[in-house]
């Protein structure tokens, strides 16, 4: 199995002795990431499977200017939440219909409306839950961002995914 690479940019000044990521950036050196510095940002890529940071990590990684790619992250949403507009910001998030016409999509429809996703719904509670990702592809962080400022819409940690799918609540949609 090819493994899964996590691309995390950190400003340099969040990397240093004393910033915010201090520590995390370290850590992540520790564990095997490859480190690249570019237009003043420390770049750490690495096996995601390994190397996940945790929820509050990537919180500090986006607040302090950073971005990421390949983090394994789900979805959340309420019955609320499921009928939100998809921000543009993420992929799939519009649709041309029979007369030529861009639609947006909800995200209950946006989730969908791709191969291979499994949505999963909570018995009794109208809360659904995904994976993180579009047609595959793991969503990144801003796309992850403009989702989680929604209403109802949840950016939770892959251990909280993999925990609730596991708790028996959870079926298939």
């Given at each position: ?25 370290w850590?992540a ?15 750490l890529?690495g ?40 921000p ?32 999963y ?32 819409v ?20």
């Amino acid at each position: 199995m090819a493994k899964e690479l996590s691309k995390i940019v950190v400003p340099a000044a969040a990397a240093k002795t004393g910033g915010a990521l201090q520590s995390f950036v370290w850590d992540a050196i520790v564990q095997g990431n490859k480190v690249r510095f570019a237009g003043g940002n420390v770049i750490l890529i690495g096996d995601s499977l390994e190397n996940q940071p945790d929820f509050e990590e990537v919180r500090t990684i986006v607040t302090q200017g950073g971005s990421f790619e390949g983090i394994k992250l789900g979805l959340e949403f309420t019955i609320g939440g499921a009928g939100l507009t998809v921000p543009a910001v993420v992929p799939g998030s519009t649709y041309t219909d029979d007369n030529g016409e861009t639609q947006t999509r909800t995200w209950l429809q946006w989730a969908q409306s791709q191969a291979n996703l499994e949505i999963y719904e909570k018995a009794g509670e109208q809360l659904y839950i995904i994976k993180g990702q579009y047609n595959g592809k793991l969503l990144n962080s801003a796309a992850l961002a403009a989702a989680h400022v929604q209403n109802g819409v949840n950016v939770i940690e892959w251990s909280v995914f993999t925990f609730r799918l596991g708790s028996g609540d959870w079926a298939k949609l």
